[in-house]
């Protein structure tokens, strides 16, 4: 899976600017911006250098194999920063420029298709509470750092296989729990979703069928808000954008979107 993701970045793409913060990691390009939430810390010694400007991007995307935390986030934001760009977007997606569409939120997007169907959601969303639980036949929130009434992590090797559609953060690609994770909702409708995901159409070839994501193009806002570790502002920055795989093998009545 990974490897796939690296091939396609041009070799010449360089970073324009990163930085490392205490709630997300951000790595620009002159053609995007990248995003992923900062892992807590965990892992050997970092093998990026402090300082990534001027490197090949493709280079620092390969980190989030590395088992630094920060390395694999960086790398991650490498990524987003090359598919989440507004030209592969469009390449990828036919995506243009358009007003902030409440469709795009999957959560309501969605809720249709959720309806008397078993749900489980890899990490805690509020909007699953608020638009997937009232209609889902159950909902199993599943979480590395659960709250009352969630799941451990141990659990989606349990539930998932058992579920109709499946919600996962985008987060899992940097701390590579991602490829397990649809393995097991293999049977399931997978919408990978939140800031962190990356817009890439190859997961379509891995299980995804629904790719939720978020475009940034203000640098120097994203940057700001990076800096001082405003999680729930940088959250809500990028406009949210989600595109289906063309075919995929879980049946529902579609009568969403």
């Not at 990248?34 to 995307?61: F, N």
């Not at 009434?149 to 996962?168: N, Q």
Request: aromatic share 8%.
């Amino acid at each position: 899976m990974y490897r796939v993701l690296f091939d396609e970045i041009p070799p010449d793409l360089r970073i324009e600017l990163a930085y490392a913060g205490t709630s997300h990691c951000m790595v620009a390009t002159e053609e995007g911006i990248g995003s992923v939430m900062t892992l807590p810390p965990s892992g050997p010694a970092a093998i990026l250098p402090e300082k990534l400007e001027g490197l090949p991007l493709r280079a620092v995307a390969e980190a989030v194999l590395s088992w630094n935390a920060t390395d694999a986030a960086l790398g991650a934001a490498a990524l987003n920063a090359y598919y989440n760009s507004p030209r592969l977007l469009q390449k990828n997606f036919g995506y243009a420029d358009k007003e902030a569409d409440a469709s795009a939120d999957p959560f309501v997007r969605y809720a249709e298709w959720a309806r008397d169907k078993k749900v489980a959601s890899i990490g805690h969303f509020a909007s699953v509470e608020r638009h997937i639980a009232p209609v889902a036949a159950s909902l199993y929130i599943i979480e590395e750092h659960p709250q009352e009434g969630d799941y451990p992590a141990a659990a989606a090797e349990f539930l998932l296989p058992k579920m109709d559609m499946v919600f996962i953060t985008g987060s899992t690609l940097a701390n590579k729990t991602l490829p397990r994770l649809l393995e097991l909702s293999r049977h399931a409708f997978v919408v990978l979703v939140g800031p962190s995901t990356c817009m890439a159409p190859q997961l379509f070839s891995y299980g995804v069928s629904v790719l939720s994501g978020s475009l940034y193009t203000d640098r120097e806002t994203c940057l700001s808000l990076v800096r001082q570790g405003l999680h729930g502002k940088m959250v809500h920055q990028g406009q949210k954008l989600s595109f289906e795989a063309f075919q995929n093998s879980v049946s529902f009545e579609k009568g969403v979107g």
